[in-house]
Every structure is written in structure tokens, then in C-alpha cells.
């Protein structure tokens, strides 16, 4: 059973960096490709970035492309989702997850594709 736990949220201000960490065990976590999802308040969750088990390809939600940078260290069983020039939009709970195709040759942008979940970890930025 996979285990991951998001930390690194918080409250910030409009044009401020966050950096989210999700660390995983109980899993082959460096098989299986992560993605980052958010569910702002009183929305559907909704895909941010995923990338493969190696790491050597990503996607990103056209809302956060040239803003946010997913990353992950497979040594460390972690993924990181690097958030620069937050919007109040950005504002949401925001979850990690991982896929459950090993050895994916893409990242998945659908939700049905990620079997383990976090806890999720708050992120409101303050315009």
C-alpha cells in the first residue's frame, strides 16, 4: 500500500513561489509516473502536472504551463510541484497521486489513472 503526504502549502500573496513536496512510501515509487491535482473551492479537482516514472517527461494544465514545475527525486521517493507567480485562481487544496501503469510512457492528465491519493495540503493565495 502506497503512502503519500503532501506538505509545503500555505498562505501567500499574488506573485509569491511555493514549493510543494509529496514523499511516498510503502510502493515502487521510482516505476510509477506522479501528477499533482488541485480542487479549488467549490470546484471539480482538476489536473495541474504529471510526469513519468524516470521523470523525463511532464505535462501541465494550460492554466499552469510556464508557471509551475513538476520535479522528482527518485532517491528521496518525493515529487515536487514548484510554483512561481501564484494567482488568487491558484488558490485550492492540492493533492499528489500516483499512477497505477508502471513504466507509463506518459504522464496521465485524468484522475482515473492514479490509484493512490494524498491528504491533500491547502495553498490560498491573497490577491
Known amino acids: 500500500q502506497v503512502q503519500l503526504v503532501e506538505s509545503g502549502g500555505g498562505l501567500v500573496q499574488a506573485g509569491d513561489s511555493l514549493r510543494l513536496s509529496c514523499a511516498a512510501s510503502?510502493?515502487?515509487?521510482?516505476?510509477?509516473?506522479q501528477g499533482w491535482f488541485r480542487q479549488p473551492p467549490g470546484k471539480e479537482r482538476e489536473f495541474v502536472a504529471g510526469?513519468?516514472?524516470?521523470?523525463?517527461?511532464?505535462t501541465y494544465a494550460d492554466s499552469v504551463k510556464g508557471r509551475f514545475t513538476i520535479s522528482r527525486d527518485n532517491a528521496k521517493n518525493t515529487v515536487y510541484l514548484q510554483m512561481n507567480s501564484l494567482k488568487p485562481e491558484d488558490t485550492a487544496v492540492y493533492y499528489c497521486?500516483?499512477?497505477?501503469?508502471?513504466?507509463?510512457?506518459?504522464?496521465?492528465?485524468?484522475?482515473?489513472?492514479?490509484?493512490?491519493w494524498g491528504q491533500g495540503t491547502q495553498v490560498t493565495v491573497s490577491s
Open positions: 497521486a500516483t499512477d497505477w501503469r508502471q513504466f507509463a510512457v506518459g504522464p496521465s492528465t485524468r484522475s482515473r489513472d492514479y490509484k493512490y
Open positions: 510503502g510502493g515502487s515509487f521510482s516505476t510509477y509516473g
Open positions: 510526469i513519468t516514472w524516470r521523470g523525463g517527461r511532464t
